[in-house]
């Protein structure tokens, strides 16, 4: 299992592509398109969103589970971006008939929700404006269409009527649905500030076709796969804080992304999931807006959070935005070992800290008078949290590419230790570098403990 233990972007995908050297199958289990992961392999950068990060390595069979919230029309677009460099998708993708469809107005109300915000000058959420939490709202209100509703025409026309009927209303009633035009990608669906019938009908009816070869009993392959002693890998989106419960709620997406929701999410039984990975960066960054103890200045040329900003290159996948770039919390960090049950660590993008002369490390907050050595829950406290930090040297040597611990700067090595004991625990992994071998292995997630 592997899992993003802070904002997310935290290299999951480098690591997911990495372990598929030995597992056979890899699992989507939460989210939608929201999620941006890169992989670099022999130079050659792909971005994925919905599918799988199996998907580069020939063989490996990719699951999109029934917890993952699901755009027919995304799929497709990424698949034919997959297919246009020779790789082969249709053949190795299965999909959960029981997904949640995404569809063009979740994105609408999404977008339109940002932007009444905005005009009322309250805290936008910053979301990725693809749909995900309108969607996921959907689906626990009990009226989602999914994607097994696409093989049944008429059920699936009489379901969307109703769906229309509510969401149309909240466009044009709530949210002033004329501000939608500024929009483009929902102009065709949208004819005064209403999402039309037709238009997504007839859309969803033809990615119906190219869809549902790919669709089947997820959980029934999954479990037969496991008993036939193949290495299954979960591959978590988003991050941990946030996730909807465990999160800086509101400032969260709308789903579970901890480990413990990869069994829900594909359906299997939690006894399956033997080993979690924390796919964790050296420092931190968060996309979207939402409270972050240790943000740096990372505008201002010649800062720390500068260098971690562009040296890291630490722009949105998904949406392209800026990412907002900090010193490591180890506080922050606790929660998330404590919510995910994690076995290790695996630290990303050390080589982004070479050259800086010092480096800070949170270990606790000062909250009310008292010292907290754990991130509270939610943003209202957490937004009040003052760090206290550590200092320890940083080192000019290059990590870039090391695959060897023993390799790494003294310095680096010493800061990896501190990790280990300011979190409890140990350090497992670490990339030091974008490409695919640029990997140290201390401990490799599938040996037998
Ligand atoms: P994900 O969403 O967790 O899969 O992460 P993203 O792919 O959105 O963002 C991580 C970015 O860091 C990607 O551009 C990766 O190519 C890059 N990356 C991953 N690991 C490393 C690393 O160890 N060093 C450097 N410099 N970049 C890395
Ligand atoms: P990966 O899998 C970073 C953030 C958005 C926003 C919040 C809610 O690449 O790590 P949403 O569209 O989900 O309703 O937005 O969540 N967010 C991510 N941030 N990486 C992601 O995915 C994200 N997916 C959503 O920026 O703050
Ligand atoms: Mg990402």
Known sequence: MVVGTQWGD????????????????????QGGHNAGHTLVINGVKTALHLIPSGIMRP?????????VVLSAGKLLEEIRGLEKVGIDVRSRLRISEACPLILPFHAAIDVAREAAKELAGTA?????GRGIGPAYEDKIARRALRVQDLKYPER??????????LHNHMLTTFLGGAQLDWADALKPYIVKGEVQFDVVYNEAMAHAKEILPMV?????????AHLNGEHLLFEGAQGTLLDIDHGTYPFVTSSNCVAGN????????PGMLHYVLGITKAYCTRVGGGPFPTELDWETEGTPGYHMSVVGAERGTTTG??????????????RSAQVNGLSGLCITKLDVLDGLQELQLCVGYKLDGEVLDLLPMGADDIERCEPIYETMPGWSDSSVGVTDFDKLPVNAQAYLKRIEVVTGVPVHMVSTSPDRDHTIVLHHPYAVA
């Open 10 to 29: 935290e290299g999951k995908g480098k690591l997911v592509d990495w372990l598929t050297e030995t597992a056979t199958g890899v699992v989507r289990f």
């Open 59 to 67: 063989g490996v069979v990719c699951y999109i589970g029934n917890g």
């Open 124 to 128: 936008k959420i910053g979301t990725t």
């Open 156 to 165: 699936f026309a009489s379901k969307l009527k109703d769906l229309l009927e």
């Open 216 to 224: 089947g009993d997820v959980s029934r392959d999954l479990n037969a």
């Open 262 to 269: 990869a069994s829900a999410g594909a359906g299997v039984g």
């Open 321 to 334: 935005r800026s990412r907002r770039c900090g010193w490591f919390d180890a506080a922050l960090l606790k």
